[in-house]
């Protein structure tokens, strides 16, 4: 079945084809690491998920990359302000490679919470320095940069046409622009390749222009060329990407060697808070362990974001999260009966279901159409383990690590600590295979209102 993608260059849906046989090549750009990544930041990367996911249950290989950043992203998009891991480390109190080392650290730590599958390959900025530079050499060469006292800047005027990707008209956008930061710019619009240090600036490498560090847009273009090739199948990031990032990435290597670097350009619109912006100043950027403190797993909020498709905005709200735990909760219970159940179901329905399902994800990720189709067969009055299986299939895409159901609500439910001993001294006596005494116990836990099941995946306990 042919997986259609919004692409945000033609803006389109198209059906996608690889460029390289049977293997998909993605690049994603990834978290600038000075701080935790929010929950905002993990909708990109849930969706990342998604798109990986459905490429590989469609019987695509891929090759994906995801950036660190962890030098040269200035406070503003545009060139403005402080190197934002210098910052971070200033105040901290650390070195910039020990703020990195640490944040980075923590936003896998969250990423597995979130069952998210991780890239093939991930690229640490600080570690394609020479990359960059001889991107950057080219660019140069080519006639697209020159150089000013603070930095070498990509002159836009040069390109055939500018922007592409997004529909910015940028006449207006000069003759409203700020008066300039720096005055040696031919264009206002130009933006920095390469930053000359100044002296208090850490992270400096020596190149042509002294000692001086890479601009963020052109280590994504570098990471990308020297993993993917010049030209590779699907670029991602988030919306705030595409005027500036993703623009500027294009602009780079058109320069360097004449060719948008990506097919399919895919951005996730924002997720709001309370139906504004989440903004460190309004208090409400929230991350996965401020979450889990109020009881909401980051596979609940993984399940949240199925809520709304990829392109439209998400209103999180801590309501809505805590419906998602809970609906997460009953999707698990609902797979678990189908486990014990025996009903036999048709052939056809199943593939029917699984045909709806299909359409869905690759009708440009329709997840919250999928889940609809999701929450048919879990809702089912009739118990099968067909319908289990289907669950687990799906579960290949959503990633919600269904088959563990079982530890999750076993971990969740508040049950009494006389049943938690009880359960305890039965795990003892199973061990020992005093079945008489596991059985005398299960029958004890029953009158108290509890039954006590033994699958394969582990005990399970419901309440009567
Ligand atoms: P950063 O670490 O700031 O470079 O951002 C990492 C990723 O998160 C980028 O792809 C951003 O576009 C994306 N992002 C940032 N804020 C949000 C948000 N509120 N909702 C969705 N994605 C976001
Ligand atoms: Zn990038």
Redesign the pocket.
Known sequence: MAIKLYNTLTKQKENFVPLNGNEVRIY??????YSF??I??????VFVDNLRRILEYNGYTLKHVMNI?DVG?LESDSDEGEDKMEKAARKENKSPYEIAKFYTEAFFKDMDKLNIERPEIIAKATEHIEDMLEFAKEIVKNGYGYETSTAIYFDVSKLDKYPVLSNRNIEDQIAGARVDVDPEKRNPYDFAIWIKAPENHIMKWESPWGLSYPGWHLECSAMSRKYLGEVFDIH??????IPTHHENEIAQSKGAFGKIPAKTWM??????VDGG??SKSLGNVYTITQLEEKGIEALAYKLFCYTAHYRTK?NFTFEGAMASQKALNRLRESYIKHLGGNEDIDETIIEEYKQKFLEAVNDDLNLPLAMGIVWEIARNEKKSKKFAEVLLDFDRILGLDLKNSNKYLEKNMQIPEEIAELLEKRKIAREEKNWALSDEIRDEIKQRGYIVKDTKDGVSIEKI
Do not use: I, W
């Open positions: 994603s750009c990834g978290p600038t690491v990544a929010h905002g930041n993990f909708r990109t990367y950043t992203h991602t990031g988030g919306v705030d990407h951005h996730v619109e924002f997720l709001q912006k989440m998400l």
